[in-house]
């Protein structure tokens, strides 16, 4: 079993919908990030999260520490959020360790 | 702008060829990493560095090589050891081992194809 579980590991959704991604630890965190990676393949970073939310835009972040899960949330969809979105989480021996990433379609 | 070049954005390699992938960042960072992508895998790292003219291997280093003469400049060498290079390379870097303080900053990556 990996030590981080995303899912769902695809995802499509029409222009505007509420889209909800889940990350599931299970080692001890000091972080947790958030990533998108565009099709191109480079990556931008999101998040880091250490405890409750954030939020940029349309997107939240929320994590639950007790619970080892942390959720990505973009509000009002659109097209260009295409995207693979990856949760990496940052054990206490400062290892990143990854997700297999979600793949998320947008149409509009 | 700061940020991370990495080139070239596709390579392609030939059996039995050392082929060496570029990555320099203006943003004073004191660690960089090269990771590795391979489809349905999370990233995995192969070297990282946390100053000038020190590295570790990470863990998939076997068959890749990698030097940190420069702040800047962290190149990794993919030599002919390496049995299934045929991946998606990402350089990264943050201010420093510890870059939960601060984020992580990726690069573009680069595509290398064995032909």
């Not at chain 2, 070049?5 to 039995?16: A, D, M, V």
């Not at chain 2, 349905?40 to 090589?65: C, H, M, P, T, W």
Request: aromatic share 10%.
């Amino acid at each position: 079993k990996n030590e981080v579980e995303q899912s769902p590991q695809n995802l499509t959704a029409q222009e505007g919908e509420f889209i909800t991604i889940n990350c599931s630890y299970s080692v001890g965190i000091s972080a947790l990030h958030w990533l998108q990676q565009h099709p191109g393949g480079g990556i931008v970073s999101l998040f880091m999260l250490s405890s409750g939310k954030k939020k940029h835009g349309r997107l939240i972040a929320t994590i639950n520490i007790q619970e080892k899960h942390s959720s990505l949330h973009i509000t009002a969809s659109h097209p260009r959020d295409s995207a693979v979105y990856i949760c990496a989480v940052r054990s206490y021996t400062d290892k990143l360790i990854f997700g297999t990433g979600t793949r998320l379609q947008v149409f509009p | 702008d700061g940020g991370i070049t990495q080139s070239p954005k596709y390579l392609f390699r030939k059996e039995g060829q050392n082929v060496t992938l570029s990555c320099e960042q203006n943003l004073n960072h004191d660690a960089m990493y090269w990771y590795r992508q391979d489809p349905g895998q999370g990233l995995r790292l192969i070297y990282y560095s946390q100053i000038v003219n020190d590295f570790q291997k990470g863990d998939i280093a076997e068959g890749y090589s990698v030097s940190r003469e420069k702040k800047e400049s962290f190149p990794l060498t993919v030599t002919s050891a390496q049995k299934n290079p045929t991946a998606f390379y990402l350089c990264a870097s943050s201010i420093d081992l510890r870059g939960w303080s601060y984020g992580y900053t990726f690069g573009s990556g680069t595509r290398l194809t064995v032909v």
